[in-house]
């Protein structure tokens, strides 16, 4: 399975003026990975919870912000 | 920075006095999916990019400024010695009025270029894919042009501005593959 998210460390110069961030981070949803939907992907258990994915399939579903970063990090 | 070699990428050869070709080819001068829009898109994009890809980015970018020089090279022969009678029949009468035969950063409908055609959007997926539907517009605007044009020597040239687009094309797809690798996936806080 592919992550949702990837990492990458910018280049730090000594004479930036603010304090670096180090690593920052992109999204890579589902959609990037997935050329053509195949059939029969697992759905979620209710729709109440496909309602509040916005999608019928739990592998389609794309998570934002990063669940991995507290939310006082900078996305 | 940039040395500058006094040459054009590839010949530009023009056998027909053509000014109303001219008006055309402008679109890749100064039009949405022209050379000084994908310039300075991907030039810009370079800063916040992922590392991995600045390279590409600045290499594309650099190759579009000389795909610039050939349009304007172009636009140039067709229009540097036709009368403005030429000029009015071509339908560059509103051109002559307000440029002579200056060229002029504006696509075929003489709207002048704007930073409206080009988006930074900051996410590195979005950017690219972008730049790839960007690649693809160049093709058919340069397959539009070649449509309309009847000049053998001229055609040739916009064939190789053509299939250069196709290549880029490739390379932004790969970047996007390169920017999916899972190799990045590790968390390295
Ligand atoms: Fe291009």
């Keep these: ?75 | 920075m940039w040395y500058y070699e006094k040459k054009l990428q590839y010949p530009v050869k023009v056998r027909d006095c053509n000014p109303r070709l001219a008006k055309y080819l402008i679109e890749q001068y100064g039009g949405a999916d022209g050379e000084l829009a994908a310039a300075l898109r991907y030039l810009n994009q370079r800063y916040t990019i992922p590392d991995k890809v600045v390279g590409l980015l600045n290499d594309i970018g650099t190759e579009e400024f000389a795909h610039l020089e050939m349009i304007a090279t172009m636009v140039y022969k067709l229009t540097k010695d036709a009368t403005p009678e030429q000029l009015k029949e071509a339908g560059l009468g509103a051109h002559y009025a307000n440029h002579d035969r200056a060229l002029f950063y504006q696509n075929a409908a003489g709207d002048p270029f704007t930073a409206t055609y080009i988006q930074a959007k900051g996410d590195p997926i979005a950017d690219l894919y972008e730049d790839i539907a960007a690649e693809e517009k160049a093709r058919a605007t340069y397959q539009w042009i070649i449509n309309m044009s009847d000049d053998p020597e001229l055609n040739d040239s916009l064939k190789f501005l053509r299939e250069r687009e196709v290549i880029h094309s490739l390379r932004f797809r790969e970047a996007v593959e390169i920017l999916k690798d899972e190799r990045d996936r590790k968390k390295i806080f």
């Design chain 1, 1 to 75: 399975m592919f992550s949702q998210f990837k990492y990458w460390e910018p280049y730090i110069s000594p004479f930036d003026p603010c304090p670096p961030i180090r690593v920052k981070s992109y999204s890579t949803p589902p959609n990037l990975y997935i050329n053509f939907q195949p059939p029969g992907m697992p759905q979620f258990k209710t729709p109440k919870q496909a309602l509040l994915h916005g999608t019928l399939w739990p592998d389609l579903y794309s998570p934002y912000p990063n669940p991995a970063k507290r939310g006082d990090q900078l996305e």
